[in-house]
C-alpha cells in the first residue's frame, strides 16, 4: 500500500461537511493519516487544503494564511444562522432599497481593514467549553466573543438585487456569514450568506484543486503522486541542513551542533521558524531559532535551534 506524505488541493462539493471529505479520502486513497489546514461549512464549496501522511504535522504552519472567496449575500432577510440554514416559512421579508453599484461599493468599503467581527451563534467556536452551535440548538441565549479580523479586500462583482455578489480576501477566523449579516444590517434590510465557495488559501488556488473524482481516478491509475505537492514546497522557512551522521536523531529531537551543519538557506533571526532539513534535502522538522543566522556559534553549553515540530 502506497503512503502518501504532502499536500493536495481538493474541491470540496456543496452539502457535506469538511469531515466527510476527510472520511471520503480516506476510503479513496487508502489510508488513515489525512487532515486539513481549515474547514468549510457543508453549504459552503471550494478549495480545502488536505495534508496527508507526514504532512498532517504541517497544517499547523499553514493555517495563518489568508484566504479569498467569492459570496453572494441575499439582501432583505435576516438569518439566525446568517446563511440559508436558518431561513424558514416564518422568515419575515424585508423591503430592499432600489440601490445603485456606487451606493453599494461603498457600503462594502466601510468593511474593508481591520474589524471587529460577532462569532456567529451557530459556529463550532467554544464558549466555556462547550460549542456554540450546541447551546445555541438548545435555545440557550449566549454572548459570543468578539474577534478582530482583517478585510483585505472586498470588491462588488455583480450587483442583482437583492443579489450582492462580491470577491473577499481576508485574514484567518474571518466569518464571512458574519460579513453577510453585517452588510444587510448597515444597509438596514437584513441579509444572509446565500452562496459561497472558497477560491484561495495561502498561495494554493481552487484552479489547480481536484473533485473527489478526479482524486479517485488518479488513485486507481496510478498518477495520483504527481498532484500531490511535497512538504519541501510549501513550507517556505529559512533552513538547516545536517550531515548525513546527524541526520538520525533528528526523530530523537537531538538539536544540532555547528559542526552537524552542512548548510544554511535564508537569513533569519532570534524566534523565527526554521526547517530542519537531514542530509538529502527532506525536511524532518520545524523549530525555531534561538540566535540569528550571522550568530551561529559552536557554544555546546547552547542551543540554537529549538523544536517545534517533528516530522517522523
Same mark, same amino acid.
Given at each position: 500500500?502506497?503512503?502518501?506524505? =504532502?499536500?493536495?488541493?481538493?474541491?470540496?462539493?456543496?452539502?457535506?461537511? !469538511? @469531515?466527510? &471529505?476527510? *472520511?471520503?479520502?480516506?476510503?479513496?486513497? +487508502?489510508?488513515?493519516?489525512? =487532515? @486539513?489546514? +481549515?474547514?468549510?461549512?457543508? $453549504?459552503?464549496?471550494?478549495?480545502?487544503?488536505?495534508?496527508?501522511? /507526514?504532512?498532517?504535522?504541517?497544517?499547523?504552519?499553514?493555517?495563518?494564511?489568508?484566504?479569498?472567496?467569492?459570496?453572494?449575500?441575499?439582501?432583505?432577510?435576516?438569518?439566525?444562522?446568517?446563511?440559508?440554514?436558518?431561513?424558514?416559512?416564518?422568515?419575515?421579508? /424585508?423591503?430592499?432599497?432600489?440601490?445603485?453599484?456606487?451606493?453599494?461599493?461603498?457600503?462594502?468599503?466601510?468593511?474593508?481593514?481591520?474589524?471587529?467581527?460577532?462569532?456567529?451563534?451557530?459556529?463550532?467556536?467554544?464558549?466555556?467549553?462547550?460549542?456554540?452551535?450546541?447551546?445555541?440548538?438548545?435555545?440557550?441565549?449566549?454572548?459570543?466573543?468578539? /474577534?478582530?479580523?482583517?478585510?483585505?479586500?472586498?470588491?462588488?462583482?455583480?450587483?442583482?438585487?437583492?443579489?450582492? $455578489?462580491?470577491? #473577499?480576501?481576508?485574514?484567518?477566523?474571518?466569518?464571512? %456569514?458574519?460579513?453577510?449579516?453585517?452588510?444587510?444590517?448597515?444597509?438596514?434590510?437584513?441579509?444572509?450568506? !446565500?452562496?459561497?465557495? $472558497?477560491?484561495?488559501?495561502?498561495?494554493?488556488?481552487?484552479?489547480?484543486?481536484? !473533485?473527489?473524482?478526479?482524486?479517485? @481516478?488518479?488513485?486507481?491509475?496510478? &498518477?495520483?503522486?504527481?498532484?500531490?505537492?511535497?512538504?519541501?514546497?510549501?513550507?517556505?522557512?529559512?533552513?538547516?541542513?545536517?550531515?548525513?551522521?546527524? !541526520?538520525?536523531?533528528?526523530?530523537?529531537? %537531538?538539536?544540532?551542533?555547528?559542526?552537524?551543519?552542512? *548548510?544554511?538557506?535564508?537569513?533569519?533571526?532570534?524566534?523565527?521558524?526554521?526547517?530542519?532539513?537531514?542530509?538529502? +534535502? %527532506?525536511?524532518?522538522?520545524?523549530?525555531?531559532?534561538?540566535?540569528?543566522?550571522?550568530?551561529?556559534?559552536?557554544?555546546?553549553?547552547?542551543?540554537?535551534?529549538?523544536?517545534? %515540530? #517533528?516530522? *517522523?
Amino acid at each position: 500500500m502506497i503512503q502518501y506524505d =504532502g499536500i493536495l488541493l481538493c474541491k470540496k462539493p456543496f452539502g457535506i461537511s !469538511s @469531515h466527510e &471529505v476527510i *472520511n471520503r479520502l480516506r476510503q479513496i486513497i +487508502g489510508q488513515k493519516k489525512i =487532515g @486539513h489546514t +481549515g474547514t468549510l461549512d457543508p $453549504r459552503a464549496t471550494g478549495l480545502l487544503v488536505i495534508c496527508l501522511g /507526514r504532512a498532517t504535522k504541517v497544517a499547523q504552519f499553514l493555517e495563518d494564511m489568508d484566504k479569498a472567496y467569492e459570496v453572494e449575500i441575499k439582501l432583505g432577510v435576516s438569518s439566525s444562522t446568517f446563511d440559508a440554514e436558518g431561513v424558514t416559512d416564518d422568515t419575515q421579508a /424585508r423591503p430592499v432599497p432600489e440601490l445603485t453599484k456606487k451606493q453599494v461599493i461603498e457600503t462594502l468599503s466601510k468593511f474593508k481593514g481591520k474589524i471587529k467581527q460577532k462569532v456567529p451563534a451557530y459556529s463550532a467556536a467554544k464558549v466555556n467549553g462547550r460549542r456554540l452551535y450546541k447551546l445555541a440548538r438548545l435555545g440557550h441565549e449566549v454572548e459570543t466573543p468578539e /474577534r478582530e479580523v482583517d478585510i483585505k479586500d472586498i470588491a462588488l462583482t455583480e450587483l442583482d438585487l437583492p443579489f450582492i $455578489r462580491c470577491l #473577499v480576501s481576508c485574514s484567518k477566523g474571518t466569518y464571512i %456569514r458574519s460579513l453577510a449579516n453585517d452588510v444587510g444590517e448597515r444597509i438596514g434590510c437584513g441579509a444572509y450568506l !446565500s452562496k459561497l465557495s $472558497r477560491t484561495r488559501v495561502g498561495s494554493f488556488v481552487l484552479t489547480e484543486a481536484l !473533485s473527489l473524482n478526479e482524486i479517485r @481516478h488518479y488513485r486507481e491509475a496510478g &498518477v495520483l503522486k504527481r498532484h500531490i505537492k511535497p512538504i519541501e514546497s510549501i513550507l517556505r522557512f529559512p533552513s538547516l541542513k545536517v550531515t548525513e551522521d546527524f !541526520s538520525r536523531w533528528i526523530v530523537a529531537g %537531538r538539536s544540532p551542533r555547528l559542526k552537524d551543519i552542512a *548548510n544554511v538557506s535564508g537569513d533569519f533571526g532570534p524566534d523565527d521558524l526554521i526547517s530542519l532539513k537531514d542530509h538529502t +534535502g %527532506r525536511i524532518m522538522a520545524v523549530g525555531r531559532a534561538v540566535v540569528g543566522s550571522g550568530e551561529l556559534r559552536d557554544d555546546e553549553n547552547k542551543n540554537f535551534f529549538t523544536y517545534v %515540530r #517533528v516530522f *517522523n
